[in-house]
């Protein structure tokens, strides 16, 4: 099990450097290979009809360009140079989405409605469409690195599972794995038989993680996630996709909120 093709989205705002760093740290973690793919809007903000120069928009993905390549040079990474012809919003969204499927994992900016040159829903496409997993940096996250200490959010559904394995490279060094366990009554371990164990399941692969079992209901589940992560200062959560949100969660507290609110990178499945 392992990462050996990482894909970083890049476009022409600051934060797009700090996520470039970050992925540059990952790929020279994994021993992969890093692909840079340059997509952003043409559009000025919400309107539909207001456009950017395209000598504006070529600009921007030259320096995009040269920024990605000084940075794997200087780390000597193998690397792959990708950019989607601006467009309309289902050509931008669907070749985001479709490039995504060609790599191990995806590498996103969370949004930001003040800064982003993406569709609001762009990270949201990638993450039902392309069938891999999705890290999404959040906005005020100043690290080039990140995985020490990983929150893992367990419902035991289909997508958390997913997530679970998809995240075990990032978590090999961590020095803390905490699994939030967010099943309701009828899902909870001790009524299984056999006696299922996703903490067994991480031992196995020599990662030390530990069980916490907080009392969560459907107002919850979104605050137990981001108090704990802000409490033990996580630099990883780990959690299924599932658009409707956690088993018993409510559609609008959903892993939607979760992607907006975090303060630590999230790895999500689909």
């Not at 809007?41 to 456009?51: C, F, K």
């Not at 989607?84 to 969204?93: E, F, I, K, N, Q």
């Not at 409510?250 to 975090?262: D, G, P």
Request: aromatic share 6%; proline share 5%.
């Amino acid at each position: 099990m392992s990462l050996k093709h990482l894909l970083v989205h890049l476009d022409s705002t600051e934060r797009a450097r700090l996520r470039l760093e970050l992925a540059v740290t990952l790929a020279k973690r994994c021993g992969a290979v890093l692909t840079g793919v340059f997509a952003e809007s043409a559009h000025l903000g919400p309107s539909i009809v207001a456009m950017r120069h395209p000598e504006r928009m070529e600009s921007a993905l030259a320096e995009a360009r040269a920024a990605f390549e000084a940075k794997v040079s200087a780390a000597r990474l193998p690397n792959e140079w990708w950019a989607v012809d601006r467009g309309d919003y289902g050509h931008m969204v669907g070749w985001t989405v479709q490039c995504c499927r060609y790599a191990d994992l995806a590498i996103f900016g969370q949004y930001d409605p003040a800064a982003s040159r993406v569709p609001a829903d762009l990270v949201e496409q990638v993450l039902i469409g392309s069938g891999r997993p999705l890290l999404v940096i959040p906005s005020q996250w100043h690290e080039s690195d990140m995985g020490r200490r990983v929150l893992v959010a367990w419902t035991g559904s289909r997508e958390a599972a997913r997530a679970v394995n998809d995240s075990i490279p990032l978590m090999q060094d961590a020095e803390e794995v905490t699994v939030v366990a967010l099943q309701n009554g009828d899902d909870a371990n001790g009524a299984l038989t056999p006696p299922v164990d996703i903490v067994a399941h991480l031992n196995a692969h020599g990662i030390a993680a530990r069980y916490e079992r907080p009392p969560v209901d459907a107002t919850s589940a979104v605050d137990v996630l981001l108090n704990r992560a802000a409490e033990m200062e996580a630099d990883l959560m780990v959690m299924g996709g599932r658009q409707q949100g956690f088993p018993f969660a409510v559609q609008s507290r959903s892993v939607r909120e979760i992607m907006r609110a975090t303060a630590c990178p999230v790895l999500l499945s689909h």
